[in-house]
C-alpha cells in the first residue's frame, strides 16, 4: 500500500502484511513525523503503480505500536580530549597564576613562600650583574675561558643569590658549553655583591659568543 506523510507529503510503499487491524505506528524518514496508518480499501493497480514509482528512493521507518515498542538507547560517545577540555583549562589556568604572580602569592599565602623556595622559584628584582669580565687563553686542546665579576643586591632587603647560567656558543649561536651555578641558598644583604669567578677549560675554539643570565629556576627556564 501506499502511504503520505501528513506533514511533508512524502510518499512511501509498504506491505500490507506491515500494518495490523488496529493500524501502525511509522515514522517518516524525510522530516521523521511519526503518524497512526491503518488499511486502506486497495487502490486502482495503475494509480498503485504510479505512485510505487515516484517513491522508489524514499525509504520508511516502521515502528511498532506504542503498546509494542521497545526503548532504544542511543548511546553518544564524548570525545575524550572533549571531557579533560575542562579539567587542562583548569591546570593551565593555575598554572599560569603560579607562573606570573610567585611575587603576590608568597606574599598574601605565607607557606606558598616556602613551596616556590625548595623549587629554587623567589624573587629576584634589584639583583644584578655588575663588572663583568671575560679573558681567553690559547691551550693546545682548545682555549681556557674565565668569567669573572659580581652579583650586588641593589634592594633594602636580603635576597638570595640567584642562578647565574652561561651558555658559550659558535657564530651560529649553537651551544657550546652550559653552566647553571647556584650558591645552595646564600643570602645577600642590602649593598652585598657575590663575587663571580668561573673557567671553562678546553674549550673548542669556535667562541663567538658568551652569555651569563641570573634568575630562578622559572625565570631561567623561559630565557632559553
Known sequence: MIIICEKCTARYAIPDSAISE???????????????????VTRPLDEEVKLVQESQTSEVTVTKKESDKTPTIVIIKTPMMLKLAPLMLVLLISLTLLTFYSKELSRYIPHMSALYLKQDIYDTSNVAMQDIAFSKQQTDNGANITITGKITNLSTEPKLIPLLAITISDKYKDKIKTQVLSQNGAMLNPGES???NSRFTNVPDLIDYINLDIGNKLELFFAK
Open 194 to 196: 657575590h663575587v663571580i
Open 22 to 40: 488496529k493500524g501502525r505506528l511509522v515514522k517518516c524518514a524525510k522530516c521523521a513525523h511519526q503518524w497512526i496508518v491503518k488499511l486502506e
